[in-house]
Every structure is written in structure tokens, then in C-alpha cells.
């Protein structure tokens, strides 16, 4: 579980999330390097008027591209390419408005592209503007104990008025950087002497400092890496830009993926990629190489005996092509340079660990279908005792409902979320769990048909989602296997915030039968289904043409699905449906006939006094709730002071807070207290470190994450007592049987 609420509060506090978006997504070249003119593609027009055509007549909402649906693309594109309103000039908005305002969505109908390319080259004329002014302002000493602020979230702020004006706020936002790699540097420096100080603190790890530049030098060259990596940009990143802005201004859930990116939507629904079969990351102390951290079982790396962990990419080549010297790349460039199609050959120059330039190997690999063993469905058994009494309780993980389509379509084996399910509970089943726990926990969703055929598995049978489309037709997905049920014990399902789509489906059918309990935080609210548009004329994208509906009536979109009973939420409420923009809206059609299966709602009260009373002392929840408080106190800040000093004392002040909410979950489960927050960052980075070397399946359960499965485990024991204490309770004031889902009594 990545502990989000700290990373913002930290963000916030030093003005970092300001900052940020503009080095890593900025598209620019300078007076250094020549800009390479962009132009559109025949391809590309004619995937811009199939894009176009389609969400005008095939969208949910069934709105007409028009001009005033014009006038919003242009604001989200603008938005797109200028977030935090520092680039454009009000000049330059008034300008667009007028030229593209009415008719930016007919020209996209019509394939026409000018538009879009025009503002994206005004865009790299003003930020070439900005790394001038930023490679000058840096040459010269910079005040870092001024005494004014600079505003951390400018999403809603107008645009500047006056060059003047703009670049008066980019001096705030060097001056501001500059403070955060001044800081940083300082911490690094007493972090390396608490690693001298206690080697242990490394456990075994290699922790390589950065380099020991100074934050002037680090700022000119992350500025002049960004420059090189802009200058390979290619036609394709606008074309995603206008159609996503297009998309996005109807719903958040609609999206277009250029061929690189395409591949990644494949690989994320159905477990598998065409490539070589490792993962790379950047390289620790030295930011100018990609390692290979790990390598597939199987795979067309592994079967080479050739690919070593730890080899350094230092050059790429496609088939029949140069190599490509690729140091300095981000890592998401040198992924898109070795994935492809299946068949096809890929060469890389390598560099083994300590070896010299001139001792670097070349490799040709034939790209291969990869599948993803590590990234499926993974079930475990733990053991909870209560009362002198060990129970046995089965967890399920699942990640995504995924479906490898393709290989359904083509008659091959194919990897299915409800298979591997189906597997899973057959096995806990002969390993005599008292009952079973699913974690939904992070799972965005994904097949619609998966998500009914695994709820078959738990319910007898009956309706387990309604599906709307724009015309106001109603389906319904139902189980209709005669009452056929895989597992038919007591069961809880886990949710959180980034719970989503199919997650959501599941988790509210099986709440709505009453067929078992459900646990954590309020899901995202995604309750949108998408076609996913794989024939057109160049990439791929999805366009939502259906709502999801619960059994009841009452839609999971916007609302999501509220627990049963709640834990701790640790995610940013900004992530969630309720807060993206031009989502769609909540609504309820007719309650789908069904029978309830079991009975919880009489319950929860109880159980969720126990549960309160159990996470109240348990020492990973008071951490997490610690951590959330120091978040919330912090996450309403609308500036960031722009003195050094007055930013090391917010910043030491959250350390502390920090620090010593993890020594308190250290000392209440028996372990040593750390001395300081350098050697606390140290062991962080140490055991980052150790994580990364394992292949997923190999990781154990960080305490923190595996805190919400112990409780949930317990919670469903109480559960378990009460329906088995009392056999009849009131439902709407009529005497109703409780079922009891096993013969495994809870003690």
C-alpha cells in the first residue's frame, strides 16, 4: 500500500505538486536545440474524424458536437498542455478563442488538425520562452529568503496578463524549486552520514547517493535532459492531447491511446505484452541509466541466457535500424522503444554492472507474447485466533478483472480473472478455511463479463448488474446456473477509494444479496462501461456507452459503494469520481427482481463498535490514522512561502510528526525506535531497494497493508458469531431466518 496521504502532505508543504507537472510534462525545445516541426499524418486526420464522428453519435450522453461542446474541448485542450495557467498568455486564450472557439469540434469532424498543432506550437514557443528565461534567471544568484509566497494550485487561477507578469511568477517558481533541491541536498548529506554512522541501516542494500551537484547544476540539468527528451516528441503526443481533451469533455472515462500507448491498455486487460519479458528502472544514484531489475520466467531475455540483472540499456535498435544511444532517456521512452510486435526483432547494447563503455555487449531479441504470471489473481491462507481457537481464512487478491480477449477470440488457452478465481477457491476450499476474504483493494476494474461470471461463483443465482445505454435500454446480467455455487461459505470483500468499475459491480451485488460483508472505504464511483475501439485507423480508444446499475436501482457511478463497515481511508478524496471533471451524474432506474441471500445489514452496527475497538489500539491503524491526520492538516494550503528558512521549519515540523508516528508503531510491535528521520529515510530506502529486486509474487505484505486483511478476517468472524447467536432477527420489523453460510462455527 503506498502511503499517498504522507507523500501529499509533504508535496504540499514544500510546493512541489506546483512545480512539478510543468518539468515532467512540458513539451519544448530551446534556442539551443533546432525545434522539429510537428505536422499531422494522413493516419492521424483520419483517426481524428473517426474519434470525432464517434463521440458525437455514439456517446452516452448522445451530445452533438457542437459549438458551444467546441468551446469546452478548446479549455480542456488548453488545460491539457498549460495546467497551472504559466505558459499561455491571456492574449493568447482570447486569440484561440476566437479563431477555434466555435469551431475547433467541426474541424476535428472533418479530420482537420491545424487547429490543434497551431495552439501546440504557440505552447512550445512559450515554454521555449520559459527554459530561456529559466537558463538565464539560473546564472545568476538567486534570493532563497524572500519573504513573500507562491500559489501551490493555480488550476482555477487566471491566466498571466503580461510577459512582465509571468515571468515574475517563474522566478517564484525557480526560486521555489531551488529551495526544495537545497533542502533535499541537506537531507541527502545527513542521511549518507547515518548510513557511515550505521551500515546496518542499509541492510545489505547498495544506496548510492545522487550526484553531488549543486541545486543550481541539478536544476540546469534536469532542465536540459527535459530539452533533449522534447526534442524526440513526435506528431503523436498531440494527436493525444486534442482527442483525450475531446473526450475528456464529455466524460473522465473516454480516452484515446496512440499505437506505444495502446500497448499498454492491452497489456494492463489481459495480463499479457509483446516484448522481451524484463522490467527496468532507473538507476539508483545516477539518473542518466536504466538497469534491468528483473527478468520473465520463460521470456525471450530469459530464454537468451544473455540478460543479466542489473545490465545496464544503454542503447536500443529496431530491426534492420541503428542503435539508438538511449543514456539520459527516461525510462518510459527506452519501455516504448523495446516493446512491439510479437515476431519482430529488437537489439540492445548493454552494460554489465562496474564494466567499462568499451566493454558494452550487443543483444538481438525476438519480441514474444509475455504473460504476466505475477501480475494475476493470488490467494493465500492466514490464521487469525480468537478465543484460543485458530481459524483459518482464505484472502483472495484480485488486481483487475482482466481477460485475455484476444486469445479467447483466436481459439487459443486463454487467462481469465473468473478462472484463476474459480481455481482459487476450489483450493481454499480443500485446505478447510473457515471462510474467505476478497481484496478489491486498488482494483480500477475491467471485464464487465468477468466480473458477472465470478459473481455466479458466490451467489445461487439471480440478476448481478443492470446495464443502461444511452437510448435508455436496460440489460440485465444475470447467474443462471441453476444454483450452482463454487463457494458457498462466509465471506468479506475489501474496498477502497481506488476501487473501480467491475470492482464496484462485485462488491455491490454481493452486499445486495446480503451474501457476505463489506469492508473499508467508499469505492471511486466509476460506474461507467466502455467499448474498447480497436480497428481504427491508427491506435486504439475507449468511449463509454453504458452505466452500470446495482440490482436495486440506485447506479455506482459518481456515489460508489459504501461499506458495510468502514476502515480508515487512506487516499485523497481529490482521486475519486466525486471529483473528476464532467462526470457523469448519479441516478436509479427499477430494482431488478431478486432474493436476498443472506442477512448482514442487522449486524453491522454491532460489528462496527468491535471493529472501532480493535483498530482504535491496533498499532498499524493508529499509524495510518496519524498519517492521515498530518495530511489532512496540511492539504488545504494554498501557498508556499518562498523563505528557505520558514520551508525547513514546515518541513522538519511534518518530519517530526512523521517520525514519531513510526516510532510509535515500532515500539508497540517490538521494535527499535530510529534516532533521527535520516536514519529512518535510510532504512525506507533500503528496504525500496530489497522490494524492487523481487519479482511481485515474492514481496511479503507490508504490516500497514496487511493490517486491513487482519481486521476484515476478524470482522468477519464476528460476523460469523452473531449470525450464528441468533438465528431469527428483525428485517423491516418481520422475524427473517439468518442463514448460516458454513457449518464451521466462529467461537
Known sequence: MKLQTLACAVAVMTGGLFFSYTVNEAIAATTVKQETTLAPSREQALVTRQVATLVDRQHYLDMRLDANVSKRILDMYIDSLDPDHTLFLQSDIDEFTKKYGARLGMALKAGDLVPAFSIYDRYRTRLNGFYHYAMQQLDQPQDLHRNDFIEIDREKAPFLKSKAEQEAHWQKMLVSQLINLTISKEEEAAKQKALKDNPALAAGQDLTPPEDLSPVDTLKKRYRRQIEQQSRVKSDRVLEKILNATLATYDPHSNYYAPIEAMELNRQTTLALEGIGVSIRPERGNEDYTRIETIVDGGPASKSGQIKSGDRIIGVGQDGEPIVDVVGWPSGEIVGLIRGKRGTKVTLRLLATGAATNQARV????????????????????????????????????????????????????????????????????????????????????????????????????????????????????????????????????????????????????????????????????????????????????????????????????????????????????????????????????????????????????????SVGRTAVEPQFKYLTTLRQIADNNKDRKQSSLNI?????????????????????????????????????????????????????QRPALPEDEAFVDESAQILLDLMNLQHTYPMVKVNDKPVKVAIASTVKAS
Do not use: C
Open 645 to 697: 528558512e520558514v520551508r525547513k521549519q514546515e518541513i522538519k515540523q511534518l518530519e517530526a510528526e512523521t517520525l514519531q508516528a513510526e516510532n510509535l508503531r515500532r515500539q508497540s510491535t517490538g521494535l527499535e525506535a530510529y534516532p533521527n528521520w535520516e536514519s529512518y529515510q535510510a532504512s525506507l530506502d533500503a528496504r525500496s531497494e530489497s522490494r524492487a529486486k523481487m519479482k511481485a509474487t
Open 363 to 610: 543483444v538481438t531479441l525476438t519480441r514474444d507474447v509475455i504473460q504476466e504470471e505475477d501480475a494475476g489473481l493470488r490467494s493465500r491462507v492466514i490464521h487469525v485466533k480468537r478465543d484460543g481457537v485458530d481459524h483459518k481464512i482464505g484472502v483472495i487478491e484480485i488486481p483487475s478483472f482482466y481477460l485475455n480477449y484476444r486469445a479467447r477470440r483466436d481459439g487459443d488457452d486463454y487467462r481469465s480473472v473468473s478462472r484463476d478465481t474459480q481455481k482459487a477457491l476450489i483450493s481454499l476450499k480443500e485446505q478447510d478455511v473457515t471462510g474467505i476474504v476478497v481484496d478489491l483493494r486498488n482494483n480500477p476494474g475491467g471485464s464487465l463479463e468477468e466480473v458477472a461470471r465470478m459473481l455466479g461463483q458466490f451467489i445461487k443465482e439471480g440478476p448481478v448488474v443492470q446495464i443502461r445505454d444511452g437510448n435508455g435500454n436496460v440489460n440485465v446480467f444475470r447467474d443462471e446456473d441453476g444454483g450452482e455455487q463454487v463457494y458457498a461459505g462466509p465471506l468479506a470483500v475489501i474496498i477502497n477509494l481506488a476501487s473501480a468499475s467491475a470492482s464496484e459491480i462485485f462488491s455491490a451485488a454481493i452486499q445486495d444479496y446480503q451474501r457476505g460483508i463489506v469492508i473499508g472505504s467508499t469505492t471511486t464511483g466509476k460506474g461507467t462501461a466502455q467499448v474498447q475501439l480497436d480497428s481504427l485507423a491508427y491506435g486504439q480508444a475507449t468511449l463509454t456507452q453504458r452505466k452500470f446499475y446495482r440490482i436495486t436501482g440506485g447506479s455506482t457511478q459518481n456515489k460508489g459503494v459504501v461499506p458495510d463497515i468502514s476502515l480508515i481511508n487512506i487516499y485523497d478524496e481529490e482521486m475519486g469520481e466525486r471529483k473528476a471533471k464532467n462526470a457523469l451524474k448519479w441516478d436509479t432506474i427499477q430494482t431488478a427482481p431478486y432474493k436476498r441471500e443472506g442477512v448482514v445489514a442487522p449486524f453491522t452496527s454491532q460489528i462496527q463498535q468491535w
